[in-house]
């Protein structure tokens, strides 16, 4: 089969290669899988490097996430093949065949193709755990969302606006409003671009945002500081900047916000059957179309290397989504 391998670690991509392995076998508790779509995560170039916190032995097969079809599985896992699911290991997805641990899995929301299934389970995983089962979010809520235009950074506005919060998007580059206001219509959209603070206070009439919800880290989680409001909460969600900020503690102390930090897999992991709660969620979420995953571009994986680019030029608006086999 086809599958991606990183079989180096370094920062140029000239450690991933497409190589040719056999079908995977399946082991108890697993479930064989014919993937159809897999989608591009950050930690996905991350690992390529070996700067995410997961660090697997090289070499290893990339891919945090796909849909597909199953072809095999234990009569007693819940699955048969022929059916339609999404989910995924911390490696693995960028091929044609893998298999997957039976509590990765969850059936392929009704109305969504194998691409968007791919696109929706860590982005939106990421982004309910923060908001919605660690913030409680609630209707009319303002929640500011940094990263807007990445996968995990979209499914937070989409989920908020979903859920009736107030939303307001910021995006590193200037040329990406358009394209996210098109997406989700929040109620506004800023350039995240040194002190920002002042047009989050004049949009929110003063306010400043019960939730900031914060993928970038860097200058910009700085700034997230000077954005939430009293009893609010700032989530921390990653380091795209690639900078790990530090805070000095007087700040949350006195304008009386929380800082909550965010892992939405090691969260499943740990509370399975809140996981499960979880993904049962997005997917109703889905199928009742309240919710739907952005795709910048489908590629086939032999084009892997113009999707992995494109990530690392933050060129994106939306998931990148690869097709094994084509």
Known sequence: MQALRVIELTDSLDGVELAELPQPQRQPGEVLVRVQAASLNFPDL???QGKYQFKPEVPFTSGLEMAGEVIEADPASGFAPGDRVIGGNKTGAFAEFASISERG???????????????????????????????ELRPGQWVLVTGASGGVGLAAVDLAKAMGAKVIAAT???SKRVRIEALYAPEAVIL?????????????????????????????FDECTRCVAFGGSLVVVGFTSGRITEIPTNIPLIKGFSIIGL???EYARRFPERGAAISAQIAQLASDGR??????????LSRWRE????????ELVGKVVFEPGV
């Open 105 to 135: 899995l969850s059936p392929l929301p009704q109305g969504l193709s194998f691409a968007q299934g791919a696109a929706m389970g860590a982005a939106y995983s990421t982004a309910y755990t923060g908001l919605v089962e660690l913030c």
């Open 46 to 48: 991350l690992m390529t």
């Open 291 to 300: 919710i739907k995953p952005a795709i910048d571009r489908v590629l086939p």
């Open 263 to 265: 892992r939405a897999g």
């Open 172 to 174: 590193g580059v200037e």
């Open 192 to 220: 995240a671009e040194g002190r920002f603070r002042e047009q989050v206070s004049d949009i929110t009439g003063g306010a400043l945002a019960d939730i900031v919800f914060d993928p970038v880290g860097g200058d910009v």
């Open 307 to 314: 999707g992995f680019e494109a990530m690392a030029r933050r």
